[in-house]
T-cell receptor, first 114, second 110 residues
Framework: DTEVTQTPKHLVMGMTNKKSLKCEQHMGHRAMYWYKQKAKKPPELMFVYSYEKLSINESVPSRFSPECPNSSLLNLHLHALQPEDSALYLC?????????????FGPGTRLLVL | GQNIDQPTEMTATEGAIVQINCTYQTSGFNGLFWYQQHAGEAPTFLSYNVLDGLEEKGRFSSFLSRSKGYSYLLLKELQMKDSASYLCAVRDNYGQNFVFGPGTRLSVLP
């Protein structure tokens, strides 16, 4: 099974709402990632979790809050977002560090902030 | 610093061969990866190189020269469904960070 699942597929939220994006993988991968992707741009790294600990935070605003409850799950909590945060949010996972394994991406959540 | 460069757009004809180049300057290197991304969809893995040379997978091949900081993706017998963006990404020494290039939008014409 090389599948990464994400829910929801689409999300529309107001600037005062609180919502969460969810990601799950059962490949035994110990690194999980959140990316933000705008139209016609490459994925932009937000966070990396390695062995359930936050290892990389690419200076993301605090209105985005990641959480890794266990090795299979990754959440992204959203609060007080801005319209410019509208984008495709991609979750990915990969094998242990040091191994040249690729990342596997989920289908993404398309977020619209009104 | 991290810098990865690819041509922004390319056009080719159905049945032809196209080569998409990628040059990189990164602080570490633990593999170079190629992904295909159709509009509105997630990237899907195509190929990776960690040692110099050519890796062949069906219609797709990828080449790496670490000393030159250079890779290319070769697509043969182009099909209309190959119209997509192609992303080059470098994995750093610690293996946790994938740095993506800007992507190359390939249009395959009949």
């Amino acid at each position: 099974d090389t599948e990464v699942t994400q829910t929801p597929k689409h999300l529309v939220m107001g600037m005062t709402n609180k919502k969460s994006l969810k990601c799950e993988q059962h490949m035994g991968h110990r690194a999980m990632y959140w990316y933000k992707q705008k139209a016609k741009k490459p994925p932009e790294l937000m966070f990396v979790y390695s062995y359930e600990k936050l290892s990389i935070n690419e200076s993301v605003p605090s209105r985005f809050s990641p959480e890794c409850p266990n090795s299979s799950l990754l959440n992204l909590h959203l609060h007080a977002l801005q319209p410019e945060d509208s984008a495709l949010y991609l979750c990915a996972s990969s094998g242990t560090s040091g191994s040249p394994e690729t990342q596997y991406f989920g289908p993404g959540t398309r977020l619209l902030v009104l | 610093g991290q810098n990865i460069d690819q041509p922004t757009e390319m056009t080719a004809t159905e049945g032809a061969i196209v080569q998409i180049n990628c040059t990189y300057q990164t602080s570490g290197f633990n593999g170079l990866f190629w992904y295909q991304q159709h509009a509105g969809e997630a990237p899907t893995f195509l190929s990776y190189n960690v040692l110099d040379g050519l890796e062949e997978k069906g219609r797709f091949s990828s080449f790496l020269s670490r000393s030159k900081g250079y890779s290319y993706l070769l697509l043969k017998e182009l099909q209309m469904k190959d119209s997509a963006s192609y992303l080059c990404a470098v994995r750093d020494n610690y293996g946790q960070n994938f740095v993506f290039g800007p992507g190359t939008r390939l249009s395959v014409l009949p």
